[in-house]
């Protein structure tokens, strides 16, 4: 069972750059799909970024389209999303998921909370 733990959030301005990583243990990393998630005050959580076991195959949500990258070392178990551009909008935690193939997303980390004021 694997399990994710997130850093790399912040305060930060609009416009500004972040990077979050997702440290992955207890697992074959590889294995693993992976995602970032987000959930701001009084919404729903959504789906930001998205990459394939081996690092292609990768989605991103229309809002952070151009703006925000997700990658993955599998030789260092570890998932980032670097978040460019970045707008008051952006402000939520931000969580890291895994799913192996043919399942969904059940395995989550902490989150990490991203502010970005204007």
């Known amino acids: 069972q694997v399990q994710l733990v997130e850093s790399g959030g912040g305060l930060v301005q609009a416009g500004d750059s972040l990077r979050l990583s997702c440290a992955a243990s207890?697992?074959?990393?590889?294995?693993?799909?992976m995602g970032w998630f987000r959930q701001a005050p009084g919404k729903e959580r959504e789906s930001v970024a998205t990459?394939?076991?081996?690092?292609?195959?990768?989605f991103y949500a229309d809002s952070v389209k151009g703006r925000f990258t997700i990658s993955r070392d599998n030789a260092k178990n570890t998932v980032y999303l670097q978040m460019n551009s970045l707008k008051p909008e952006d402000t939520a935690v931000y969580y890291c998921?895994?799913?192996?193939?043919?399942?969904?997303?059940?395995?989550w980390g902490q989150g990490t909370q991203v502010t970005v004021s204007s």
């Open positions: 990459i394939g076991r081996s690092g292609g195959g990768t």
């Open positions: 207890g697992g074959t990393f590889s294995n693993y799909a």
């Open positions: 998921a895994a799913r192996t193939i043919a399942s969904t997303y059940g395995y």
